[in-house]
């Protein structure tokens, strides 16, 4: 088993209560937003120390915060009951997923507790600001949350560049002004070609850009085809027309 086999059931979970849900934010396992609400769950095969760790620190950023591990076999062993107890003290939720059952049922044993939560400091506001921010930016949940940390993620920056490749393997060449006008990509297109953080395009002429090989094979890569797969559409019903 991998951690990120609890991530879609959980996904689901939160999906079904109206929440928008993203994999692997900044240090998130996952993300739920759903208005004013935050919601944050730390993804592991075990409970250890090392998630509380997690779960602690999230609680700077947001007091709903849950941990999720696989269906314990006895709910009734001493250890278990040890796990929960700890996680009641600390005010933290707990899901199960039985990982065990083809079905994989979600279960909420445990609910954040808020009160004697403390007020996030300005820095702490910051950081979960960014977080729900990126969470709420990102149109497509491209990563898996509970991935390694040696996987690339789908941030909010590699999404535009996605898409800004797909629009130009649509057709071979444009400026930044066409591609946000005709288009719908990021108002900071221009900022995005020019720095070619990825190396995915040229520079044609002034102003004027298309795919490179780079780009070509980042587009091949099986982590991006969901994503890839989106603005492939999108950008066919603008490609013919796109005037540069």
């Not at 039985?98 to 049922?105: C, I």
């Not at 690339?152 to 629009?167: D, S």
């Amino acid at each position: 088993m991998t951690e990120t086999e609890l991530y879609i059931p959980v996904k689901n979970f939160f999906t079904s209560m109206g929440y928008d849900v993203k994999g692997e934010v900044g240090h998130c396992d996952v993300v739920a937003t759903m208005g004013e609400q935050l919601v944050v769950v730390e993804l592991k095969l075990q409970f250890n120390l090392k998630l509380l760790y997690q779960a602690l620190e999230r609680q700077k950023m947001t007091s709903q915060v849950y941990i999720a591990i696989p269906r314990p076999k006895r709910a009734t062993d001493k250890a278990y009951k040890n796990m929960l107890n700890v996680l009641r003290r600390l005010g933290l939720g707990l899901i199960t997923v039985a990982l065990d059952s083809p079905v994989k049922t979600v279960e909420a044993l445990l609910y954040p507790v808020e009160e004697g939560w403390k007020p996030v400091t300005k820095r702490q506001r910051k950081k979960a600001n960014a977080v729900r921010a990126e969470a709420e930016k990102r149109i497509l949940d491209g990563n898996m949350g509970g991935a390694s940390t040696k996987t690339k993620r789908i941030t909010v920056y590699r999404e535009r560049c996605l898409q800004i490749a797909c629009v130009l393997r649509c057709r071979p060449q444009a400026t930044a002004r066409a591609l946000v006008a005709e288009c719908g990509c990021s108002p900071n297109t221009s900022a995005i070609l020019i720095q070619n953080v990825y190396g995915w395009f040229q520079r044609v002429e002034k102003g004027v850009y298309s795919l490179s090989p780079e780009g070509e094979s980042a587009l091949r890569q099986p982590l991006f085809q969901e994503v890839v797969a989106y603005y492939e559409r999108l950008a066919a019903s603008c490609g013919a027309g796109l005037n540069m």
